[in-house]
């Protein structure tokens, strides 16, 4: 396994340069595989490297797409707001990294605009397809390795029911893999490869055996409305074939293997059967409750700026919860940024889904932002907006329709 990482490890710099000298403007679709290959190993090198490369990389990105700020002003403003409350951190190291990623997230969106009224819709497809095939190979091959060596990356994440490991990977770093399985899958359903269906029937497993409740719910939702863009199309004979090998694939596995024991075991072990997806006694639910009564009721901070960027651990609610921080992003958000960083990203999610909606040509276009909007709800709900990785490739799908316009 550890010279698989640092295989890894070599690919993170070599793809860096890659995407910077053949890409060029391009390289903002490439940024997830930067952000999630780096979530595979542990650096040899220090953060501040790490951070001079995403500086060095955007401010190129900005020199060569010139005019870009005014696509979305909201993720400038957003961007630019985050950054002052930065200066007024206690702990401005400690946040470095979650500032960091969402600043890049933010002014990745104008990037995204600007392209896609460059090119073409079928050439953005494939840069985004090959992308998203490159996230999705990295992660099942960390995960075969890691489940064969036995390497847990150091820490205890979920093991799947099989006995699945994940090296590195823990919470959050899933949250790319439903989206990028939604677009291999949207791939799919233009024209059949049965290495993509292979590739996308073992990452769903891979998912589904994380036990993470969220990720589930977000593949069962990319290939729910995978089967719709099929049905849409009246692309029956694909249709057929593509839910005929998945179910095969379910057969084999279920008779070959004791996976409903296991998951039944799993299931009762976390007490699944207890939780409720959306539950009022879920800690991330109660945060609501809580930040609204800081606000309104207690007046622990203002209301406009929060109470400082990404330092909620211990200074919500009283401290009722202790050192656990918050989860849910608007309540993230309101507590780092207040009201009015909650109303400028609102402002920037709502433009993307407006302007892309505007340029929605068919069915398929629609289903794209029906997907986006549900993982943009679910990773709300239990996931960080601080991922880039997964946020800056759902913008690249959401935003995909206004590639209708492209020239090239």
């Not at 400082?308 to 919860?321: A, K």
Request: proline fraction near 2%; glycine fraction near 6%.
């Amino acid at each position: 396994m550890i010279y698989y990482l640092l295989l890894v490890e070599l690919f993170f710099f070599v793809f860096t340069g890659y995407i910077i000298v053949r890409k060029k403007e391009l390289s903002v679709i490439y940024l997830p595989v930067l952000f999630f290959s780096r979530s595979l190993f542990i650096p040899s090198t220090r953060a501040i490297l790490w951070y001079m490369i995403l500086a060095g990389i955007m401010g190129y990105l900005y020199y060569r797409n010139k005019g870009t700020l005014r696509h979305n002003p909201y993720a400038i403003l957003l961007s630019i707001y985050f950054t002052v409350l930065l200066f007024f951190s206690s702990d401005p190291s400690g946040v470095r990294a979650n500032y960091t990623a969402s600043v890049v997230f933010f002014l990745s969106i104008p990037l995204i605009y600007n392209i896609y009224k460059m090119y073409g819709r079928s050439f953005i497809e494939s840069e985004i397809y090959k992308m998203c095939l490159i996230i999705l190979l990295l992660f099942i091959s960390n995960t075969v390795l890691a489940t064969l060596t036995g390497y847990t990356g150091g820490g205890q994440m979920y093991r799947g029911v099989t006995g699945i490991w994940y090296g590195h990977l823990s919470a959050a770093d899933f949250n790319i893999i439903p989206v990028a399985l939604f677009f291999l899958l949207y791939k799919l359903s233009k024209k059949y490869s049965t290495s993509d269906i292979l590739i996308a029937i073992v990452s769903f497993g891979l998912v589904v055996l994380s036990m993470r409740r969220s990720i589930m719910v977000a593949a069962i939702v990319s290939a729910g409305i995978f089967a719709l863009m099929l049905l849409f199309q009246r692309n029956i004979s694909n249709f057929i074939i593509t839910t005929f090998t998945l179910g095969m694939f379910i057969i084999i596995t279920l008779v070959s293997s004791d996976v409903l024991n296991k998951f039944w075991e799993r299931y009762e072990a976390r007490g699944l059967h207890e939780r409720e997806f959306v539950s009022t006694e879920e800690g991330r639910f109660i945060e609501y409750e809580l930040v609204y009564s800081d606000i309104f009721i207690h007046k622990r901070y203002s209301p406009i700026t929060g109470y400082e960027l990404f330092n909620s651990s211990g200074n919500y609610g009283g401290g009722v919860h202790k050192l656990r921080s918050l989860h849910s992003d608007i309540t993230v958000i309101i507590h780092g940024s207040g009201l009015l960083g909650l109303f400028l990203y609102l402002l920037m999610t709502f433009k993307s889904f407006k302007d892309s909606f505007m340029s929605a040509l068919n069915v398929s276009d629609l289903l794209i932002l029906l997907f986006c909007a549900a993982a943009l709800i679910i990773f709300s709900l239990t996931g960080r907006f601080t991922m880039a990785d997964h946020m800056i490739t759902t913008f690249l799908v959401l935003l995909l329709p206004m590639s209708n316009r492209g020239t090239v």
